[in-house]
């Protein structure tokens, strides 16, 4: 079975902090994906990856910036929290690049910025 | 640009009756068309994906999707719900070969005894 998994289930953080969001993946897949899912707006794309080091914006990449440096690691960073980042945010995955797959997601992050 | 409806933002229903959640999609171009289930406290997992050949796809926990080319619709369906089928729905586009999927703004099945 595909695992992602995120570092926290829960963060609470204070507005300006920096603020660090990782996400694993253990089946050498390509692609991986942040998102955050808000209440009525289902699940906007944020940034996505096609291979280390590599990165393309996504629908609302303002206020948020990736890495990554391994091939199953990738890090969604809050430069300086802000109250309207306060979300859920979810990782996930594909094996490559073809539309017809199916994405692994994990279960989530949900941030609180005070 | 590719983009999806889900029609209905809440849909009831009591245990054992048939349930129907709406799906439309806009694009150019041929798509490949998923529906994920996401459980209370949890991440997303797939339910099913039309990719080609038959319209009608089955996916798992009984549940099944129909592909309507000429409505642009991919609804799901199922004939007898369950009180566990009680989570959020979401339909999903994706096209070409970028790998990303377009996702709906999520349905949320309640499921009542």
């Known amino acids: 079975d595909v695992k992602v998994t995120q570092s926290s289930r829960y963060l609470v953080k204070r507005t300006g902090e920096k603020v660090f969001l990782e996400c694993v993946q253990d089946?050498?897949?390509?692609?991986m994906f942040w998102y955050r899912q808000d209440p009525g707006l289902g699940l906007r794309l944020i940034y996505f990856?096609?291979?280390?080091?590599?990165?393309e914006k996504g629908d609302i990449p303002e206020g948020y910036s990736v890495s990554r440096e391994k091939k199953e690691r990738f890090s969604l960073i809050l430069e300086s929290a802000s109250t309207n980042q306060t979300s859920m945010y979810l990782c996930?995955?594909?094996?490559?690049?073809?539309?017809?797959?199916?994405?692994?997601f994990g279960p989530g992050t949900r941030l609180t910025v005070l | 640009a590719q983009s999806v409806t889900q029609l209905d933002s809440q849909v009831p229903v009591f245990e054992e009756a048939p349930v129907e959640l709406r799906c439309n999609y806009s694009s150019s171009v041929s798509v490949y068309l998923f529906w994920y289930v996401q459980y209370p406290n949890q991440g997303l997992q797939l339910l099913l994906k039309?990719?080609?050949?038959?319209?009608l796809v089955k996916g798992i926990n009984g549940f099944e999707a129909e592909f309507n080319k000429s409505q642009t619709s991919f609804h799901l369906r199922k004939p007898s719900v369950h009180i566990s089928d009680t989570a959020e729905y979401f339909c999903a586009v994706s096209e070409g070969n970028a790998g990303k999927s377009t996702f709906g703004d999520g349905t949320t099945l309640t499921v009542k005894p």
């Open positions: 990856s096609y291979d280390v080091k590599m990165k």
């Open positions: 039309y990719l080609s050949g038959s319209t």
């Open positions: 996930a995955s594909t094996p490559s690049g073809i539309s017809a797959d199916t994405q692994y």
């Open positions: 089946m050498d897949h390509e692609n």
